[in-house]
């Protein structure tokens, strides 16, 4: 029997940049994904409404 490998990429346990999530995390929100997401739950919305301008990353 042979085993072949799923993914033959090799994983990087590197963090990219704060600048890419940033980018990534302002992308995301804009993403319909996303606006469907907060539609179905309006107390996410209130909580998140809520956090805005909290500095949650040090």
Known sequence: MTISPRNS???SLEMKSQGHYKKAAKSYRKSVQYINMIN????????????KYENLVK
């Open 40 to 51: 179905l739950y309006p107390i996410l919305q209130s909580t998140l409404t809520d956090c």
């Open 9 to 11: 990429r090799k994983i």
